[in-house]
């Protein structure tokens, strides 16, 4: 068993007393989950805890390293002497070895989330024995022997079924993918692997970033312990000045850019590309109407000249945002799809927004982006303004319109409406 | 035709429905700040706060009552793409 920290095939790594590293190193790994890039490829952390009663196995790895996995298992433990084997998060990456686990120790309970319950079922698809299964809340203990686990509600970081598995005793924090990083090294510690700050942000930048009021949330359930090692499911193990992975994940959820708005006015965010100035038109207008709301403080960019990046950075602290879009081949242009495609990275569930543009035969880029609105679950609250070629004053007042009425979504000043969906032509009412 | 009212509270918007809608058929035309993810009743995305006139809904499916659980729903919750109104007036908003 290696006492130095480095990894060796076929042996458990010590982390604590009687706590063992069961992982496998993938450094060659390049893309992971086809939307990460990784220069150090990675490590499927998985982790046995002995208590005088017995085993607890914390995750597993991936199903292609099972083999690694399972050699330096049964080096610590045998089969009959697992009593519990903790799901933290079920994406496969974590569970590629448990049908085996679970074949191998059937004595042993499933101890996993409530919402993991039925992604369990897609994962192990036959013998599954729904006896075995325990779904844990934060009331929870699971009884070692001299060692108690409890879990931590975190759930969306990132995936509704996420927790955190607590021992006490120990000061031992089994945090899934929460202080991770797609970082493969095989000295194993943080204080003795290369440099994996950039790593450690940019893994946080992509996978928890969209869900920052949850890390929030976990935050204040994880800053009170008293923090001794961080063992988590990909990258280093953080066991020198675990707190400052702590602290470092609460700097990295403020917003990223200082909102000038300090919350005292809602903010909209006028986006629009334009072949022959006709949407560019439209979308001054829609500013001029929105900009007659009192509360709302309107910003306008031309998608011409800008990069999805820092736009991403202004929409994740927008309340609102309105996209204007030329028609070109019955669809809308590829700057704006750029930019809604960009969108994943942030949360944007619940903002309000809109779509407006000019076009020539058929105009469909304006029903399409409300669709790609709708889709990101952003509330659409009232039709986008389309427009055949030049808009007329008409037409730009009701541009104006509708820059107004989603200023007026903002800052909850709508009038009351009454719609009779069981009348003839409901929805044009 | 049996009819219903729904009060979608964020927006300010009073609906008149046949009986027996699921509130997902109206709120996303309309633009209530309701999201949807499976549509199905699977994936807990669309929850969904009964402000009041709840006893005007159908009772909700076993597959609901366990997606409510699962996802630690409140007794005022119910799924807004598997909750029928069936008459009365019924007011929600998101949560």
């Known amino acids: 068993m290696s006492r130095t920290g480095a990894v060796r095939p076929g042996e458990p790594v010590a982390i604590a007393p009687d706590v063992f590293w069961v992982g496998a190193l993938d450094p060659d790994l390049r893309q992971f989950d086809i939307i990460l890039r990784t220069a150090n490829g990675t490590s499927y952390n998985a982790y046995a805890v002995r208590g005088s009663e017995g085993i607890a196995v914390i995750d597993t790895v991936k199903a292609e390293f099972a083999e690694d996995f399972f050699a330096r298992l049964w080096s610590c433990c045998r089969p009959d002497e697992i009593r519990a084997i903790v799901l933290n998060h079920l994406e496969p990456d974590h569970t590629g070895a448990l049908p085996a686990l679970l074949k191998a120790a059937p004595q042993a309970a499933l101890y996993l989330s409530y919402p993991a319950l039925k992604m369990l079922k897609g994962l192990v698809k036959e013998g599954l024995d729904e006896a075995r299964i325990i779904p844990v809340d934060e009331d929870t203990r699971v009884e070692l022997g001299g060692r108690t686990l409890r879990f931590l509600h975190t759930p969306y970081l990132h995936w509704p079924d996420t927790q955190c598995t607590w021992v006490e005793e120990d000061g031992l924090l089994f945090s899934g993918d929460v202080f991770g990083c797609h970082f493969c090294d095989s000295r194993l510690f943080n204080d003795r692997v290369g440099d994996f700050r950039f790593s450690f942000d940019y893994y946080y930048q992509h996978i928890m970033r969209p869900f920052r009021e949850h890390v929030l949330t976990a935050l204040d359930l994880i800053e009170p312990l008293a923090l001794k090692l961080v063992a988590p499911a990909h990258g280093p193990i953080l066991r020198d000045a675990p707190t400052s992975y702590v602290r470092r994940y609460r700097q990295l959820a403020a917003p990223l850019l200082a909102n000038e708005a300090g919350g005292r006015e809602k903010t909209l965010l006028v986006f629009y590309i334009s072949a022959y100035g006709n949407t560019e038109r439209m979308a001054q207008a829609v500013r001029n109407g929105a900009e007659g709301v009192d509360g709302v403080r309107v910003s306008m960019y031309d998608l011409a000249g800008g990069d999805p990046g820092p736009f991403v950075d202004l929409i994740e602290e927008a309340d609102g945002l309105v996209f204007g879009s030329p028609t070109i081949n019955g669809d809308a242009v590829k700057p704006v799809w750029d930019l809604l495609s960009s969108l994943t990275l942030v949360k944007v569930k619940g903002k309000v927004g809109g779509a407006f543009g000019s076009y020539g035969w058929s105009g469909e880029a304006v029903g399409l982006v409300e669709d790609r609105l709708r889709g990101l679950k952003l509330r659409v609250p009232r039709p986008g303004v389309k427009v055949k070629l030049i808009p007329t004053d008409e037409e730009l007042e009701n541009c104006a319109a509708l820059g107004r009425e989603l200023a007026e979504h903002l800052v909850g000043r709508v009038a009351s409406r009454h719609i009779d969906f069981t009348a003839p032509n409901a929805l044009t009412a | ?95």
């Open chain 2, 1 to 95: 035709m049996p009819k219903a009212q729904v009060t979608f509270e964020d927006i300010n918007v009073t609906v008149t429905v046949p009986a027996g809608t699921r509130l997902i058929e109206v709120s996303e035309k309309i633009g209530a700040g309701l999201t949807y993810g499976c549509r199905e009743g699977e994936c807990g995305t669309c929850m969904m706060k009964i402000v009041s006139g709840s006893e005007h809904l159908a009772t909700p499916s076993v597959l609901e009552d366990k997606v409510l659980k699962e996802n630690y729903a409140g007794v005022a919750n119910r799924l807004a793409c598997q909750a029928q109104v069936l008459g009365g007036h019924v007011v929600v908003r998101p949560g």
